[in-house]
């Protein structure tokens, strides 16, 4: 269902939203995000992507392990981002599986680490797994502001498709996007 009385500024979305995914049971984020699994994996376009950028879950968001583990079942390549913080921009990396060594960032979340960590161009990538806060009607994207996903974009072929993974709630009908705001291309939720 879209939320439709939520105020456009997204500040105020973003501390809606949050607030509302963190009051989520660890057994609702997990019953949620294994529906959410499978629409996307019924998504003809998005199974025939050999080269997929997932994030790595933390906290209330969708989890991702799943669907990791599940691609590099189907013979997917999986990616994941590194934060570089000097930059303000994420790297990709490849992972063979989730017993990659991994450290947490700054904000909480787990990252690949260690010398044998294979860096990849953007140009390799199919398919983005996106994290969000909310996700309106136009394929505008509210994150935590930081505008990493955004950057990334803009150094994919144009062929990738940016997909959002969002709770049902998580849909509202609209807000203001920044000149500099990227859209994604489909949002997959528990009812879609």
């Known amino acids: 269902m879209v939320c439709t009385s939520l105020k456009t500024d997204k500040g105020s979305i973003r501390k809606i939203m949050l607030r509302r995914r963190n009051s989520l049971s660890g057994e609702e984020v997990i019953n949620l995000s294994q529906k ?42 999986v990616y994941v981002p590194r934060v570089l913080k000097i930059s303000e921009k994420m790297e990709i990396c490849e992972i063979k599986n989730l017993e990659t060594k991994f450290l947490l960032n700054s904000f909480g979340i787990r990252e ?39 950057k990334l974009f803009l150094e994919l072929p144009k062929r990738s498709l940016r997909i959002g993974i969002a709770y049902a709630f998580q849909r509202v009908k609209s807000f203001q996007q920044a000149p500099w705001d990227i859209n994604i291309n489909k949002v997959v939720t528990e009812i879609n």
């Open 36 to 77: 959410i699994e499978k629409n996307l994996f019924s998504w003809k376009k998005f199974l025939n992507c050999n080269h997929i950028l997932y994030y790595l879950s933390f906290g209330s968001e969708v989890r991702t392990d799943a669907m990791i583990v599940r691609s590099l079942r189907l013979g997917k390549k």
């Open 112 to 150: 690949p680490y260690g010398p044998n960590i294979k860096v990849v161009s953007p140009n390799k990538i199919d398919a983005v797994v996106t994290p969000g806060l909310a996700f309106d009607g136009s394929g505008g994207r509210i994150g935590f502001g930081k505008g990493y996903y955004d």
